[in-house]
């Protein structure tokens, strides 16, 4: 069974920061770029950060820019995102994706974790 499993997510205060990680499991997704993406209450879900197989290439949301890292480890099946200077905005439901293409375009994306929960107070 083909899994991505999330985790690292949790409540912090505004300004601090977080690190989410992503395991593959059931494949080894050799050739896929790796993102996330985030859905907020009551909004659709967004794209944040991708990766592209290698770890050359990345691209991040304007809203996210200078603030979250995305990086992988490909020996041990992992993404990882670092969450800095965190804001209330930021709170979401955080997903870890797959996909044989970077893009931000969610349709694309062939595999999709179950999802981890941020919270940023004010």
């Known amino acids: 069974q083909v899994q991505l499993v999330e985790s690292g997510g949790g409540l912090v205060q505004a300004g601090g920061s977080l690190r989410l990680s992503c395991a593959a499991s059931?494949?080894?997704?050799?050739?896929?770029?790796k993102a996330w993406f985030r859905q907020a209450p009551g909004k659709e879900r967004e794209f944040v950060a991708v990766i592209s197989w290698s770890g050359n290439s990345t691209y991040y949301a304007d809203s996210v820019k200078g603030r979250f890292t995305i990086s992988r480890d490909n020996v041990k099946h992992m993404v990882d995102l670092q969450m800095n200077s965190l804001k209330p905005e930021d709170t979401a439901v955080y997903y870890c994706?797959?996909?044989?293409?970077?893009?931000?375009?969610?349709?694309?994306?062939?595999?999709w974790g179950q999802g981890t929960q941020v919270t940023v107070s004010s």
């Open positions: 994706a797959a996909a044989l293409v970077i893009t931000p375009d969610e349709d694309r994306y062939d595999y």
């Open positions: 059931g494949r080894t997704f050799n050739g896929y770029a």
